[in-house]
C-alpha cells in the first residue's frame, strides 16, 4: 500500500491499565500522525484499531476482551491490533482469531509497519519481537494538557510473586538522563506545567547500573518553566531518606507520594516477595510527615493473597489505621497465570476477598476525609485542569486535595493560590482565590 492510500486510514487508539500506557499510547499516536494517519477518538469508526492492554489483573484482561467485541460492533470491517502487558502474554494468543495483529510490549513501536502489513498482504496475527529487550521506548503523554506523564523507565527486576509485568515488560532499564531533560523541555514548552514521572518502578531508575533518580530529580528541578514534578508510585526500599529530603527542599517536587505496601503483615510481604517489612514502610512514611507535615501519602494494599487469615488481614488494618497513611488504592488478590502465587496452597474465597476490599476502602475513606479536614482553611497552590463539569473546573493541590472552582473564571492550565473553605458532598473542596 502506498502512502497515500495510508493518509486516508483513520487510526484510533484504545488504552487500558496504567498511566505509563497512556503515555506510550499518546506517543504512538504521535507517531502515526506525523506519518500521515488520521487519528480519531472516542466511538468514531476507523479503520485501525490499537489495544494498548494491561495484564495486571484479571479484571484487566477481562476489559481487554470486551473492548475486541465492542469495536467488532462498531466497525466490523476494521483492523484490530493488540499492544502491550496483556498482548506480550502467552494467554493473548487465545484471541488470535478475534484480533489482526498482536504486537508485545518490547515492539510496540513497530506499529507502523504492522499497519502496512495489514492492508499489503494476510500474515501472522503474532509480530516478530524485532527490538532488543534492552531497548528503551521514551514516551510522554500530552493530552490532559494541564500535565503529562513522562516515561523514564521499563520493566522490572523484582519478581514479585503475583506479578506477570516483569514478564510482560521484562527486565528494568531506564532512559538517559539527557533524554529524559530534553522531553521535559519540550513538555514545558508545549505550555504543561506539571509532570509525573512514570515507569514501571521509577525508583529502579539508572546510569550505567548505578541507583540515579535522586540524581534525574536534582536535574529536573534546573528546567526552565517546569513548575510541579510529581512522583509516581515508587517502592519503598527504593525511596532513600536523601530522595525524602531533597523533596522537602524543592518546592517544584510536589509533598504526594504513592508507596505501595501491599500487606501490613510481614508473613504475607514474605509471601509476596516484596523487598521490605512493613517497619522499613512505616519509618519511611514517618519520615515523609516529619519534613513535610501536609504531605499526601497513599498506598496499594492487596486483599486475600493466598494463606491471608483473618487475622493477617486484621493485622494489616490496624498497621495501616496506625501509620500515616492518607488513602489507599485496594485491590483484591487476582490469580496471574505463570506466578509462583497462582500455584499457592490457600486460595482465598473471592467473598471474601471482596468483604475484606470493603473494609479497607472504608478505612482509607475514612483516612482521606480526616486528611481533607486538617487542611481546611489552609492556602496551597493548585493546577486547574480542562474539564468542564457542572459548570465547574477541577484541580489538584500540591498535595493531592482535590479543588473546584467557577468555570466561568476560565482558569484552564493555570496555577493559583487557593485557600481550602469547604467541602461539597462527594468531599471537594471548594475554595477562595488568594
Do not use: W
Not at 151 to 177: E, F, L, P
Not at 310 to 334: G, Q
Request: proline share 3%; hydrophobic share 40%.
Amino acid at each position: 500500500m502506498n502512502d497515500e492510500d495510508l493518509n486516508n486510514k483513520t487510526v484510533s487508539i484504545k488504552t487500558l491499565g496504567c498511566k505509563l500506557n497512556f503515555a506510550e499510547s499518546a506517543t504512538i499516536e504521535q507517531h502515526l500522525a506525523m506519518q500521515g494517519f488520521t487519528i480519531v477518538h472516542g466511538d468514531s469508526c476507523a479503520d485501525v484499531y490499537i489495544i494498548n492492554t494491561c495484564a495486571v489483573t484479571e479484571t484487566a484482561e477481562r476489559k481487554c476482551r470486551q473492548m475486541i467485541n465492542h469495536l467488532h460492533i462498531l466497525n466490523p470491517a476494521a483492523k484490530i491490533v493488540l499492544v502491550g502487558c496483556y498482548s506480550a502474554l502467552e494467554q493473548a494468543q487465545t484471541l488470535i482469531s478475534e484480533v489482526d495483529m498482536i504486537l508485545g510490549s518490547h515492539n510496540k513501536m513497530q506499529i507502523l509497519k504492522s499497519i502496512r502489513n495489514l492492508f499489503d498482504s494476510p500474515s501472522s496475527p503474532l509480530a516478530d519481537a524485532d527490538e532488543d529487550e534492552d531497548s528503551f521506548f521514551s514516551s510522554y503523554s500530552l493530552h490532559e494538557r494541564t500535565r503529562s506523564f513522562l516515561k523514564i523507565q521499563d520493566g522490572c527486576d523484582y519478581h514479585c510473586s503475583y506479578c506477570t509485568v516483569c514478564i510482560a515488560r521484562g527486565k528494568s532499564r531506564s532512559d538517559s538522563i539527557e533524554h529524559v531533560i530534553d522531553n521535559a523541555r519540550k513538555i514545558v514548552a508545549g505550555g504543561i506545567k506539571e509532570i509525573v514521572l512514570s515507569g514501571v518502578n521509577i525508583g529502579d531508575f539508572k546510569v550505567n547500573r548505578q541507583p540515579a533518580f535522586l540524581h534525574l530529580l536534582q536535574q529536573l528541578v534546573q528546567v526552565d518553566g517546569l513548575e510541579r514534578i510529581r512522583i509516581s508510585s515508587i517502592e519503598p526500599d527504593l525511596l532513600s531518606d536523601e530522595i525524602i529530603g531533597f523533596a522537602a527542599e524543592h518546592k517544584q517536587i510536589l509533598p504526594h507520594f504513592h508507596i505501595p505496601l501491599q500487606s501490613g503483615n510481614n508473613r504475607i510481604l514474605a509471601l509476596m516477595r516484596r523487598r521490605y517489612q512493613r517497619e522499613l514502610f512505616a519509618r519511611k512514611a514517618s519520615y515523609i510527615k516529619q519534613l513535610m507535615p501536609h504531605a499526601c501519602i497513599a498506598a496499594d494494599v492487596i486483599t486475600g493473597f493466598p494463606t491471608e487469615t483473618e487475622e493477617d488481614f486484621m493485622d494489616t488494618c490496624h498497621f495501616i489505621a496506625d501509620t500515616p497513611v492518607n488513602m489507599l488504592h485496594v485491590f483484591p488478590y487476582s490469580r496471574r497465570p505463570h506466578t509462583i502465587a497462582a500455584a499457592m496452597e490457600g486460595q482465598v474465597e473471592q467473598a471474601v476477598k471482596n468483604k475484606r476490599t470493603k473494609l479497607l476502602i472504608s478505612l482509607s475513606d475514612s483516612k482521606k476525609k480526616q486528611f481533607y479536614a486538617q487542611h481546611q482553611g489552609q492556602c496551597f497552590s493548585a493546577l486547574i485542569e480542562h474539564k468542564k463539569e457542572n459548570g465547574c473546573l477541577f484541580g489538584f493541590t500540591e498535595n493531592y486535595i482535590k479543588v473546584k472552582v467557577d468555570a466561568r473564571l476560565h482558569l484552564e492550565g493555570q496555577i493559583i493560590t487557593a485557600r481550602l473553605m469547604d467541602t461539597d458532598a462527594d468531599g471537594i473542596y471548594n475554595i477562595k482565590i488568594v
